[in-house]
């Protein structure tokens, strides 16, 4: 069992931010990566066609016999979980609940979250965070420019500051002590989301906390990967030639090995 591979899947390439963080930490394992390219994005759609979606999605990799499923996706984990969990045997984890646990620790328990236009529908992060500290004050927004800011490789110029300021404005004037980046594409944003809300406010990225809980429930379970150097494998269920170039930047690496796949 400890010599499959993780299945990580996303919407497309945004969850190269979740993939690079596991990669970092469990240096050992065989990782497979699906972005479903063809269908991007899922932030704007409806609770039913993204479950249905994150179903075939993980279908795919479970095929590929993976020990373990990420769903590196915020509005997939947010709305498609429990259809997960319940379709599939074998462990399935999501960014929401790591997340979560680790703004848990905000010390004036006034936490800003952002996401796209379905995680914050959903609801899901204000109702994890409260699960853990039940007087929180939960301040959401969603912040849908962002994506395509990180996709043209603008996170850090003068609009994305701009944008920031715009979305952010109502989560500086309600006194956050701590923000979760919800949404796989945000980590790119940090430096500009830092400058905007200054030194005083906690990024909380969902990606490097999903990475911990992985590793934490591979040294539990005894899942690891005895080995170092494990294999990389991307799938895409469009042309690759977009995720290739984008990705880079996500990945913080040249991409090879990309392969378009149909799922569904
Ligand atoms: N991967 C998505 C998320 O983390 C962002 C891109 C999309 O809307 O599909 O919510």
Same mark, same amino acid.
Not at 166 to 193: F, K, M, S, W
């Given at each position: ?84 969990? *319940?379709?599939? #045997? @074998? ?5 929401? =609940?790591? $997340?979560?646990?680790?703004? +848990?620790?905000?010390? %004036? !328990? ?98 490097? *906390?999903?990475? #911990? @809980? ?5 040294? =539990?379970? $005894?899942?690891?990967?005895? +080995?170092?150097?494990? %294999? !990389? ?32």
């Amino acid at each position: 069992m400890r010599y499959r591979a993780i299945g990580i899947f996303d919407s497309g390439v945004g969850g190269l931010t979740v993939f690079k963080e596991i990669a970092a930490l469990l240096p050992g394992e065989n990782l497979i990566y699906l972005g479903d390219t063809a269908r991007v994005p899922y932030g704007t759609k409806s609770v039913k066609t993204v479950q249905r979606y994150a179903l075939e999605a993980a279908e795919f990799l479970v095929d590929q016999g993976v020990k373990l499923l990420v769903v590196a996706c915020n509005t997939a984990s947010a709305v498609a979980l429990p259809a997960l969990r *319940e379709r599939f #045997k @074998l462990p399935v984890i999501g960014v929401i =609940e790591p $997340g979560a646990r680790r703004a +848990a620790s905000s010390r %004036n !328990r006034r936490i800003g979250v952002i996401g796209t236009e379905g995680t914050i529908n959903s609801g899901r992060y204000p109702e994890a965070i409260k699960a853990l500290v039940p007087d929180a004050e939960i301040f959401s927004a969603a912040c849908p420019l962002f994506v395509p800011l990180a996709e043209e490789g603008w996170a850090e110029h003068e609009i994305a500051r701009l944008t920031a300021v715009e979305y952010l404005q109502p989560l500086i004037q309600a006194r956050i002590d701590t923000l979760v980046l919800g949404c796989t594409h945000y980590p790119l944003l940090r430096n500009t989301l830092g400058k905007v809300l200054g030194p005083g406010v906690t990024l909380v990225d969902s990606a490097e *906390e999903t990475a #911990k @809980l992985v590793q934490q429930l591979f040294r =539990e379970q $005894g899942l690891a990967h005895p +080995a170092h150097g494990g %294999n !990389r494998a991307f799938f895409v269920t469009d042309v690759p030639t977009r995720f290739e170039a984008v990705g880079r930047a996500f990945l913080g690496a040249q991409l090879t090995k990309v392969e378009q796949v149909q799922i569904g």
